[in-house]
C-alpha cells in the first residue's frame, strides 16, 4: 500500500531544481530516463511534486539518484528530502551484538579444517615416503645410519642397447629377480654385505655402490 505523502518545502524545491536542471542541460525526459534508469513517468512525476508513484522509500532513492545524476542538490537537502518523506535513520544501538554463537561457529569450522588439512598432509608424506622407499630413494641415507640394516645400496644402469641383469644379495640371502634391461633403464638394490651381479653384456652396464661409479668390468660375473 502506498501512503500519501504531502510535498513539503525541500521536496518541492528539489522538484523544481531537478526539472531547472533536466532542461538546462538540453534533456529530454526520455534523454534523463535512459541516462539515471528510472522510468520516464516517474521523472514526469517527481519533477511535477507528485511523491505518492512508489512507497516512500522507493521514491527517495529515485530522487536521490536523479539528482546525482545532474548534479543537483547535497547531503543537507536530501536530509531535509528524507525528513519530509518520514523515512526515520535507522536507530544505532549501543548494545554489543550477540557474537558468542557465529564466532564458536567459525572456531569450530577452522579447527576442522585445520584438522583435515593436517591429516591431508600426514598421508600425503606417508605416500610420498612409501615411493620414496619402494624405489629405494632412501637407501643411501639409511645405509649411512648405524642402526640401519641397510650397509650398502647397489644401483644398476644399463647405458647402451640392452643387457640381463641378475643381483643376489648377502650370500644368496635374498636374491633379486633377473632379467633383460634396456637402455636407460637402472635398478637400485640393498644389502647388508655383499652383492654377487651377473651381467651378459659387461660393457653396456654401469654400476654405482653406495653412490660411488664401480670401475669398468669386462667379466660377467662380480662379487661387491
Not at 25 to 53: C, P, W
Not at 132 to 141: D, L, R
Not at 180 to 186: A, F, R
Request: charged fraction near 25%; charge should be positive; proline fraction near 4%.
Amino acid at each position: 500500500m502506498i501512503e500519501h505523502v504531502s510535498g513539503g518545502a525541500a521536496l518541492e524545491l528539489m522538484a523544481r531544481e531537478l526539472k531547472n536542471a533536466r532542461i538546462a542541460m538540453k534533456l529530454s525526459l526520455d534523454d534523463a530516463s535512459q541516462l539515471v534508469s528510472i522510468q520516464k513517468d516517474y521523472l514526469t512525476k517527481i519533477e511535477s511534486g507528485d511523491f505518492n508513484f512508489l512507497p516512500r522509500v522507493y521514491v527517495f532513492a529515485h530522487i536521490k539518484a536523479y539528482a546525482r545524476a545532474l548534479a543537483v542538490g547535497n547531503d543537507e537537502a536530501f536530509e531535509r528530502c528524507r525528513k519530509e518523506l518520514q523515512l526515520f535513520s535507522p536507530v544505532k544501538s549501543n548494545v554489543l551484538p550477540d557474537v558468542t554463537e557465529r564466532p564458536h561457529d567459525l572456531t569450530l569450522t577452522s579447527a576442522v579444517t585445520r584438522v583435515i588439512v593436517v591429516i591431508l598432509l600426514i598421508v600425503l608424506i606417508a605416500l610420498t615416503s612409501f615411493y620414496a622407499f619402494e624405489k629405494g630413494y632412501f637407501s643411501p641415507f639409511l645405509s649411512s645410519l648405524p642402526f640401519s640394516p641397510w650397509h650398502k645400496v647397489l644401483v644398476v644402469r644399463v647405458v647402451c642397447d640392452h643387457s640381463w641383469v641378475k643381483v643376489v644379495a648377502d650370500d644368496g640371502a635374498k636374491a633379486y629377480a633377473g632379467g633383460t634391461l634396456s637402455k636407460g633403464q637402472e635398478l637400485r638394490y640393498e644389502s647388508r654385505s655383499s652383492f654377487r651381479v651377473s651381467v651378459d653384456r659387461p660393457e653396456c652396464v654401469e654400476l654405482y655402490l653406495n653412490g660411488k661409479k664401480v670401475p669398468p668390468f669386462t667379466g660377467h660375473f662380480l662379487i661387491l
